[in-house]
C-alpha cells in the first residue's frame, strides 16, 4: 500500500515570495491533515480536512497561508508571502475516518522550507 | 490547554543498553497517548499508543505504559541497538479534539557502538 506522498521534498525561496506545497494521502482515507514542524519543536497542526470540508483551522495563519483539498483527495497548501519565520518542515498526514481520538495518523516524508 | 512534556536530548546510549525516555501530559478528560519515531530523512512513524489508563503499547521492543495518577507514558527499551538512533515524539489526542494531535518536542536519541 502506497504511503502519503509529498512534493517537493526541499524548496528555497526568499522571503515575500509565494510557495505551494502538495500532498496526496493513502488511498481512501478520508481525513487529511497539515502539520508544520518548526526546528526543535514537535509538530503543530495547521489544518485539518474530512473530505472537501475544513474540521480545524484554527491555528493556520490566514493572512498568509491558505489550503485546500479538492474532491476530497489531493491537497495543497500555500504560503504567500512568505517569511523567515515560516521556516519549517510541512508534514502532511491521512486517517482512515478522522472521527475517532484513537486513529492513527500516516504521515509523509515532509517539505523541508527554507525562507531567506 | 492540552500540552505534552518531554525530556530533552540528545540521550546518547551504548548498544543493548536500557532506554527510558520520559514523557507527561496535562490534558482534560482522557487523552490518546502516541509515540511517534522520525528516522533521519524519513516521515513521522507510529511507534506505538496507548488509549485508556493502565494500557500498555509495544512495538519493536519498545514499550509504553498509559500511567493516569501520574500523567505519565515513559518509553523503554531494554536493549537498544544503533539502528534504533532516531527523534522520537511523544504526543496525544483528546476527546472533542477531532483527533489533532499535541506533540512533545522529542528526544534525539543517538546510539554508539
Known amino acids: 500500500e502506497a504511503g502519503v506522498a509529498q512534493s517537493p521534498r526541499y524548496k528555497i525561496i526568499e522571503k515575500r515570495q509565494s510557495v505551494a506545497f502538495w500532498c496526496n494521502p493513502i488511498s481512501g482515507h478520508a481525513t487529511l491533515y497539515w502539520y508544520q514542524q518548526i526546528l526543535g519543536q514537535g509538530p503543530k497542526l495547521l489544518i485539518q480536512f474530512q473530505n472537501n470540508g475544513v474540521v480545524d483551522d484554527s491555528q493556520l495563519p490566514k493572512d498568509r497561508f491558505s489550503a485546500e483539498r479538492l474532491k476530497g483527495v489531493d491537497s495543497t497548501l500555500k504560503i504567500q508571502p512568505a517569511k523567515l519565520e515560516d521556516s519549517a518542515v510541512y508534514l502532511c498526514?491521512?486517517?482512515?475516518?478522522?472521527?475517532?481520538?484513537?486513529?492513527?495518523?500516516?504521515f509523509g516524508p515532509g517539505t523541508r522550507l527554507l525562507v531567506l | 490547554g492540552d500540552s505534552v512534556t518531554q525530556m530533552e536530548g540528545p540521550v546518547t546510549l551504548s548498544e543493548e543498553a536500557f532506554l527510558t525516555i520520559n514523557c507527561t501530559y496535562t490534558a482534560t478528560g482522557y487523552p490518546s497517548l502516541f509515540w511517534y519515531v522520525q528516522y533521519p530523512g524519513e516521515g513521522l512513524q507510529l511507534l506505538l499508543k496507548?488509549?485508556?489508563?493502565?494500557d500498555k503499547g509495544s512495538n519493536k521492543g519498545f514499550e509504553a505504559t498509559y500511567r493516569k495518577e501520574t500523567t505519565s507514558f515513559h518509553l523503554e527499551k531494554g536493549s537498544v541497538q544503533v539502528s534504533d538512533s532516531a527523534v522520537y515524539f511523544c504526543?496525544?489526542?483528546?476527546?472533542?479534539?477531532?483527533?489533532?494531535?499535541?506533540f512533545g518536542t522529542g528526544t534525539q536519541l543517538k546510539v554508539e557502538l
Open positions: 496507548a488509549t485508556k489508563a493502565d
Open positions: 504526543a496525544l489526542t483528546f476527546t472533542g479534539g477531532g483527533n489533532k494531535l499535541t
Open positions: 498526514a491521512s486517517s482512515l475516518t478522522g472521527t475517532g481520538y484513537q486513529e492513527t495518523q500516516y
